[in-house]
């Protein structure tokens, strides 16, 4: 038998926190859903599928054909063509960080975009967990985001925070050969990073090869429920073990004398009540428990101990169930409070 109390439900808390999962990719894993593919900026005027630029992913056995213009087309409409228009009566139509001071935005004629996957990226790429190693051309590349979404050259890092703290001054951080600049973007709970293919960036993504490396976010939420019983309350025990012979109630279902699968039947009672081992004996069809408690919890210093906690809906379905790490004697003359925590 249990006991039932009521859950007061000012007490109760709900938190979330976050957990993180590293990943690393590299340009081989089209089949896990890292790829990447062109885009380029043009006119949709008699545009013609054939004549465009066409990136093919395989995965297994299918094949798909990524379009440059029209993945172009729509990066710019998502991302960057409305980003300035967040504080107006339309911001629906930006996404991503729209923080002004800390991010910056311009998508060039042609971009490289680096997808992955929503079960490589769970809620969404951790901010300044994204590193892009990329060759091309003979040389090898660092690429990484600030946290920000906005993607930099590493080896010009010292040039781009000079550049960022400028409010992306073109004037401020930027090295003779343009280095020290924004090179492109990450949209991080889209799981898209978008890297502008200007100067010598212009093969990234489809050079010898690339590794990706970053972390994955998956939000956990925390509940907890103070579980108080007061001096005096739940001072009697349910457990069979508290009463003498450790004698309890078995319901046993009616079944013909011929009934051979009931030959197990004898096992669940003692010596003296049990049927044979053939099934072929009498029994009850119900043992009354015992009615007097064990010797050694009658006197005044017993007191029941609880080692399980179970929390219940509004309907009576269990939903979580606590035990402590020993059992806990309860207090006749203070109240005792259970913090059950659990998360989801």
Same mark, same amino acid.
């Given at each position: 038998? @249990?006991?039932?109390?009521?859950?007061?439900?000012?007490?109760?808390?709900?938190?979330?926190?976050?957990?993180?999962?590293?990943?690393?990719?590299?340009?081989?894993?089209?089949?896990?859903?890292?790829?990447?593919?062109?885009?380029?900026?043009?006119?949709?005027?008699?545009?013609?599928?054939?004549?465009?630029?066409?990136?093919? +992913?395989?995965?297994? !056995?299918?094949? *798909?054909?990524?379009?440059?213009?029209?993945?172009?087309?729509?990066?710019?409409?998502?991302?960057?063509?409305?980003?300035?228009?967040?504080?107006?009566?339309?911001?629906?139509?930006?996404?991503?960080?729209?923080?002004?001071?800390?991010?910056?935005?311009?998508?060039?004629?042609?971009?490289? &975009?680096?997808?992955?996957?929503?079960?490589?990226?769970?809620?969404?790429?951790?901010?300044?967990?994204?590193?892009?190693?990329? *060759?091309?051309?003979?040389?090898?590349?660092?690429?990484?985001?600030?946290?920000?979404?906005?993607?930099?050259?590493?080896? $010009?890092?010292? !040039?781009?925070?000079? $550049?960022?703290?400028? @409010?992306?001054?073109?004037? #401020?951080? &930027?090295?003779?050969?343009?280095?020290? !600049?924004?090179?492109?973007?990450?949209?991080?709970?889209?799981?898209?990073?978008?890297?502008? #293919?200007?100067?010598?960036?212009? =093969?990234?993504?489809?050079? *010898?090869?690339?590794?990706?490396?970053?972390?994955?976010?998956?939000?956990?939420?925390?509940?907890?429920? @103070?579980?108080?019983?007061?001096?005096?309350?739940?001072?009697? @025990?349910?457990? &069979?073990?508290?009463?003498?012979?450790?004698?309890?109630?078995?319901?046993?279902?009616?079944?013909?004398?011929? =009934?051979? =699968?009931?030959?197990?039947?004898y096992r669940l009672f003692?010596?003296?009540?049990?049927?044979?081992?053939?099934?072929?004996?009498?029994?009850?069809?119900?043992? *009354?428990?015992?009615?007097?408690?064990?010797?050694?919890?009658?006197?005044?210093?017993?007191?029941?101990?609880?080692?399980? +906690?179970?929390?219940?809906?509004?309907?009576?379905?269990? &939903?979580?169930?606590?035990?402590?790490a020993h059992p806990v004697?309860?207090?006749?003359?203070?109240?005792?409070?259970?913090?059950?925590?659990?998360?989801?």
């Open positions: 038998m @249990s006991i039932y109390k009521t859950i007061d439900p000012s007490t109760n808390a709900k938190g979330l926190f976050f957990t993180f999962k590293n990943f690393t990719s590299t340009n081989n894993d089209s089949g896990s859903g890292v790829f990447a593919i062109k885009a380029r900026s043009g006119s949709f005027r008699n545009y013609v599928s054939s004549s465009d630029e066409i990136t093919t +992913i395989t995965s297994g !056995s299918i094949s *798909t054909n990524y379009y440059s213009l029209p993945t172009w087309n729509f990066i710019n409409t998502r991302y960057y063509k409305y980003y300035d228009q967040v504080n107006t009566n339309i911001p629906y139509r930006s996404f991503g960080n729209t923080a002004y001071t800390h991010h910056s935005r311009s998508l060039f004629l042609s971009s490289s &975009i680096i997808n992955v996957s929503r079960e490589l990226y769970g809620d969404r790429i951790k901010p300044g967990s994204v590193i892009l190693t990329d *060759t091309s051309n003979g040389q090898t590349w660092d690429i990484r985001d600030d946290g920000d979404g906005n993607l930099y050259d590493y080896a $010009h890092s010292a !040039s781009y925070a000079a $550049h960022k703290s400028s @409010s992306f001054s073109m004037s #401020q951080g &930027i090295d003779a050969d343009g280095s020290g !600049s924004v090179i492109g973007n990450v949209f991080y709970s889209d799981g898209l990073i978008v890297v502008n #293919q200007k100067g010598s960036y212009k =093969d990234v993504g489809f050079g *010898t090869g690339y590794t990706l490396k970053h972390k994955a976010t998956h939000p956990i939420t925390e509940y907890e429920y @103070s579980v108080v019983a007061k001096a005096g309350e739940f001072n009697y @025990s349910s457990n &069979i073990s508290a009463t003498k012979d450790r004698a309890g109630n078995v319901r046993v279902p009616a079944t013909s004398t011929n =009934d051979t =699968d009931r030959s197990w039947v003692p010596p003296g009540d049990q049927p044979s081992g053939q099934g072929t004996g009498s029994f009850q069809t119900s043992y *009354t428990p015992a009615t007097l408690p064990a010797d050694n919890i009658t006197g005044s210093s017993w007191y029941p101990m609880v080692t399980q +906690i179970g929390l219940y809906d509004i309907n009576d379905n269990l &939903i979580a169930v606590a035990k402590p004697k309860l207090s006749k003359t203070l109240s005792t409070t259970f913090v059950v925590r659990f998360d989801t």
